[in-house]
């Protein structure tokens, strides 16, 4: 309704200030006319699309905008990769109420003030064929019961195994329903430290958001499901004993640190063939392949007697409440989200259970654990309970480090708890 008087109110603004020139002087009526008519660029609309790709994800972006200008004439799409700078970039342009209108999105609790709620668009338009879509992915851009973000992509965790390392130790290829024991032996199995090859890479700086599958999958949580409490879930011995594992592993030498300061990546050292497993998102399988890696795939292993848990990874597209287009803004993201572009963007896991159809995406064995892992998440992430999240987890991520440093996970996340549990008041 304030959007039907917005436009009744600019109706009557325009026409009474067309009348107004028209009686003061009707001369001035050409001369006014003529920059519309000489200057086609003047009717042009830019909208702004902000993302935080780069190379070729980004270019990719920018062929997907240059097909919607295609199909929209008089619409410039006005691509702002943000790379690393994202938030800070972001955050200013909403402090100073100049935010582009439409970005990618994944921090819904952080930025939810600042993005139009797309629910009646989302709700109101057949075209986007809603129902197409996995439909856990729209929990993560809902804060409140109210949608901010159209997912457009996701990803899963899997644990990639290099096939020739495998087969040189004559140790078989890992199978979903695995166990977290099996994993260890295998990593054993697999080390040779005379030839600096070790069974696991276990990352130097861990996400604790990309870590919560692992505790899920061991009956553990970093805060209780109303988002009140920490004490007794982060530092609970089945949270604990997920996060030691790593740390053990780097103890006994069948896992080796990767990616801290001044050392490869673990992507670098897997495509090396220096370990023979590495737990990751979809981002590294082009690379892999292209390195002329023999790589498969495997759903996470499991805890004795315990389901395997997943954590998704989700990009979103997202309106600013500031923007002066939004229209035009939800017709782009429409297009975004819809089959060509999904098939476009070849580094994203497609969103819609109609495209994983046609493309047979969940029956190719390197992509089929994703899709089984996706099956596995539905647990709610730690930022989505807790508006102070990021106070608290950076504590979390003190003693995640620590761990696999070396010390005991317990005594780490006895720690984390004491000195978080100031934020929760």
Known sequence: MKKKLSL????????????????NNEGTKDKAAKPAETNPSANVKTLRFATWDTGDALKIEQDIAKKFEANHPGTVVQVEAYADGFDQKLAAGFGATNPPDVMYMWDFPTYHQSLEPLGSYADGDKDLKKDDFYKGLFNYATIDNKLYGIPAGFTTRVMYYNKKIFDNAKVPYP???WTWDEFQEITKKLTDKANKQYGFGVRAENDTYDLQGFVWSNGGSYISDDGKTINGFMNSKATAGAIQIFGDMLKNGSAVLAGGKGQQSGEDIFKAGKI??????????????????????????????KPVKGVIAESALSIAKDSKQKDLAWEFIK?????EAIKMRVADLPVRGSVVNELK???????K???????RSDNSPAFLLNAKWNEINRQLSA???AVVQGSSAQDALDQAVKDSERYLK
Do not use: H
């Open 335 to 339: 297009y975004y989200v819809g089959s």
């Open 8 to 23: 009744i109110v600019l109706t009557s603004a325009i026409t009474i200030t067309t009348l107004t020139a028209c009686g």
């Open 175 to 177: 199978k979903d329903g």
């Open 369 to 375: 654990p994703f899709y089984t892992m996706l099956q």
């Open 361 to 367: 995406k969940d029956q190719d064995p390197l992509y």
């Open 276 to 305: 023979a497993m590495w737990e990751s998102g979809i981002w590294p399988l082009e690379s892999f392949k292209q390195a002329g890696i023999d790589v498969g795939t495997v759903e996470m292993p499991a805890f004795p007697g």
């Open 399 to 401: 003693a995640v480090e």
